[in-house]
C-alpha cells in the first residue's frame, strides 16, 4: 500500500510564504506523475503545479511566477514553495501521484490535503 503524507499548510498574512511537503511511502517501483492540486470552497478541484515523466512541470497560470515545484527523487517527496500568497490561493492543498507499485501495475493516490489560508 501507499501513502501520501502532506505537511506545511497554514495560516498566512496576504504577500507571505508556505512550503508545502508530500512524501510518498510504501512499495514503489517508480512514480509515473506527482503534483499539487486544490480545492476552494464551492469551487472545483484544480491543478496547482506538477511534473510528469522525466522534467516537464506544469502550473496554473495564477501560479505562475508565484509557486515554485520541486522533487527529491530520493526521498519520494515533492514541494511546493508557495510565495506571495494572496487570499484567493486559500484552499485545501491535495497531493497527487500516480504511482506504478509493480511493473505491471500503477494506482493513482491521493493525501489527505493541508488546508492555507491567506488572510488580506
Known amino acids: 500500500q501507499v501513502q501520501l503524507v502532506e505537511s506545511g499548510g497554514g495560516l498566512v498574512q496576504a504577500g507571505g510564504s508556505l512550503r508545502l511537503a508530500c512524501a510518498a511511502s510504501g512499495i514503489i517501483f517508480s512514480i509515473n506523475r506527482m503534483g499539487w492540486y486544490r480545492q476552494a470552497p464551492g469551487k472545483q478541484r484544480e491543478l496547482v503545479a506538477g511534473?510528469?515523466?522525466?522534467?516537464?512541470?506544469n502550473y496554473a497560470d495564477s501560479v505562475k511566477g508565484r509557486f515554485t515545484f520541486s522533487r527529491d527523487n530520493a526521498k519520494n517527496t515533492v514541494y511546493l514553495q508557495m510565495n506571495s500568497l494572496k487570499p484567493e490561493d486559500t484552499a485545501v492543498y491535495y497531493c497527487n501521484a500516480d504511482i506504478q507499485f509493480s511493473p505491471y501495475a500503477h494506482r493513482d493516490y491521493w493525501g489527505q490535503g493541508t488546508q492555507v489560508t491567506v488572510s488580506s
Open positions: 511534473i510528469t515523466g522525466g522534467s516537464s512541470t
